[in-house]
């Protein structure tokens, strides 16, 4: 059996680079300069979570941003927050909220229906506002590429402020305060904040203006910390690097999170199944995330905003129930598109395209991202997955490290009306009888840029290490790297020459493999390969094991536990087929737990 993904192990780190960091284990140092730490001082910030910078107002617009916001409160003017439907959006729609209203804000949200709309500002919406006497417009995790929208709003009397975090577009909006840190001008020192946090920075400016010079309408406090869960749950949704300030930001937030002082959290996690202390990142990308998400993709977007604004769990948990099953039909949903998608590519993927493209006529708008996401993952390759219209089309593309989906847009945006995104996801609308016409670009500056890419999904191993070398000590030293995530993963390590003492097919259809690896001075550990069944076929008795270490508690017994992402035949061991039978006949032996279980 050949391994199934390219190892890569990150080179030694300088002895000087290790030297410096004596009080943390040199595994912890080794990773630490893996993730671009290269001094001391930025290394031990990272770890204890203290702030680099803590001026909002290096935020290039952001000042003026405050003035126009704070002018309009005292004037009592009309404020419109005009967010996205996803996490992300829904998040930092909120958060401008309920700051704007507790210093006394006329405030009306605003998220558009993602099947009727689609992303960011449009004229409908924008006509509708000014009809509604909206006199100052704040965009949230949009607008920096809506230029005739901005215009358009301005036409119509309004302000407008622009907050972004999306990749910038070769012009900019004409309007009163754009504020990105991706601004040229922008001396802000975290330049991939989440939609969410720009958000935060501006109503962090706002209270803290606000606490120096009170505005006489102020009618409720709100505190900066209070609105860290909003911009944890939104920044690990939105999947941007959690380094730097995102790491600070989201591990404060998870202290919220599990505190569960906001309502509408505390009814989310109720309804899934979970408690108050029990979040984190995984649990807001896979849990709590997914559910604030499939509101948006199903056309429900406000009642998301509406169960983060709640104030009591009574009108929380209904919100959250109806979250829930929202959530379960999104799922099914998914699942049909994929594989409908699946089928129309089969021959792309036949003939090696090296960008998969996809349209239908009945893919549901709030679907096709999803669907793109699962097809990547199978197969590789960037993806982009259309539901097609009669005179416009909307689609949605996902890509891999190498392949910037939105500067390959960017090659393309004469045949489109509108674009946005990041490096990995991205969003579009075209005209339909167009399409024909993008697949070929599109497939052929994919194939122009990763002409010299091997396209093999890559395992990304942080250090090789003897496994007499963990210990609870080097595991505990480890979570001091937390939260892990996007930018910031789970380390991962690789023992090399282990011997299988046993192993065993677990889980439905024997989907899972259970191992007891066994180190050279006899110490056994337990090891589990999740979705990795098929190996019991041609297991050898000696593997090199690249896995993450986690603590297992199973039984009223805590351990550490080695969480299998790959396998690997060790040079001049015996061939798999040499060593099955006897691998087979270990299958039933019992498991002899290992002295590095903790009670």
């Known amino acids: 059996m050949q391994a199934r993904k390219r190892w890569l192990i990150a080179p030694a780190a300088p002895p000087e680079f290790i030297a410096q960091l004596a009080e943390v284990p040199p595994l912890v140092a080794q990773i630490l300069f893996n993730r671009g730490f290269a001094d001391r001082q930025a290394a031990l910030r990272f770890l204890s979570g203290a702030a680099e910078e803590d001026n909002p107002f290096l935020l290039a617009g952001l000042e003026r941003a405050v003035r126009v916001l704070r002018d309009a409160l005292r004037k009592r003017q009309r404020i419109a927050v005009y967010g996205d439907y996803d996490a992300d959006g829904v998040t930092a729609t909120a958060i401008l909220v309920q700051v704007l209203r507790a210093l006394g804000g006329d405030v009306l949200p605003y998220i558009p ?6 992303y960011g500002l449009n004229p409908e919406a924008i006509e509708t506002l000014a009809a509604q006497g909206v006199r100052v417009l704040v965009t949230v995790d949009c607008g920096s590429r809506s230029l005739p929208e901005v215009a358009l709003a301005q036409k119509r009397g309004m302000r407008v402020v622009v907050t972004d975090h999306h990749h910038l577009g070769p012009a900019l909006p004409v309007c009163e305060a754009l504020v990105t840190p991706r601004r040229e001008d922008s001396a802000y020192p975290c330049r991939d904040l989440a939609g969410v946090g720009v958000a935060y920075k501006l109503a962090q400016a706002l209270l803290r ?3 120096r010079v009170p505005l006489p309408g102020t009618c409720e406090k709100v505190t900066e910390q209070e609105l860290l869960d909003l911009v944890a749950l939104g920044t690990v949704a939105d999947m941007v690097p959690l380094l730097g300030e995102n790491h600070r930001l989201v591990r404060a937030g998870l202290q919220e999170l599990n505190a569960a002082h906001r309502p509408g959290i505390h009814a989310l996690l109720q309804v899934a199944g979970l408690s108050p202390g029990e979040v984190n990142t995984n649990t807001i990308s896979f849990v709590l995330a997914p559910r604030i998400n499939a509101a948006g993709r199903i056309g429900q977007a406000y009642k998301a905003l509406e169960l983060l604004l709640a104030r009591d ?3 929380a948990l209904p919100l959250a129930e109806m979250l829930e099953r929202l959530n379960r039909e999104r799922q099914d949903l998914t699942l049909g598109a994929y594989q409908q998608a699946r089928e129309l590519v089969r021959e792309q993927v036949e003939q090696e395209a090296p960008l998969l493209f996809v349209a239908a006529r009945d893919f549901p708008a709030g679907i096709i991202g999803l669907a793109a996401a699962r097809l990547m993952d199978e197969f590789y390759r ?11 089309s909307r689609g949605s593309a996902r890509s891999i490290p190498g392949f910037h989906i939105t500067e390959a847009l960017e090659q393309v945006a004469d045949l489109l009306v509108q674009f946005g995104g990041h490096a990995a996801a991205a969003g579009f609308t075209i005209e339909t009888a167009r399409l024909p016409e993008l697949q070929r670009r599109l497939q052929r500056v994919a194939a122009e840029r990763l002409a010299q890419t091997d396209l093999e999904r890559v395992l990304w191993i942080d250090a090789q290490v003897p496994l007499r070398a963990l210990s609870w000590d080097v595991y505990n030293a480890m979570l001091k790297l937390e939260p892990f995530g996007y930018g910031n993963p789970q380390p991962v390590l690789v023992s090399p020459n282990v011997r299988v003492a046993t192993a065993r ?37 000696y593997v090199d094991v690249a896995y993450v270490l986690e603590r297992n508690e199973w039984n009223g017994r805590i351990m550490l536990q080695l969480v299998v992402q790959d396998l690997r035949f060790p040079e001049g061991k015996p ?5 099955r039978r006897e691998a087979r006949s270990s299958l039933e032996a019992p498991y002899a737990w290992s002295g590095n279980s903790h009670s």
């Open 113 to 118: 229906d993602r099947n009727a709309e689609g």
């Open 209 to 211: 203006t606000n606490a």
């Open 313 to 315: 769990m009574e009108s």
């Open 382 to 392: 960037p993806v982009v997955v259309i539901e097609m219209g009669e005179s416009y």
């Open 505 to 541: 097919v677990v889980g439905a259809q024997g989907q899972h493999l259970k191992l007891t690896l066994e180190d050279e001075t006899g110490l056994l550990w337990d090891a589990i390969a999740f979705r990795q069944g098929e190996w019991i076929e041609r297991l050898p008795r």
């Open 575 to 579: 061939a798999a087929a040499q060593v």
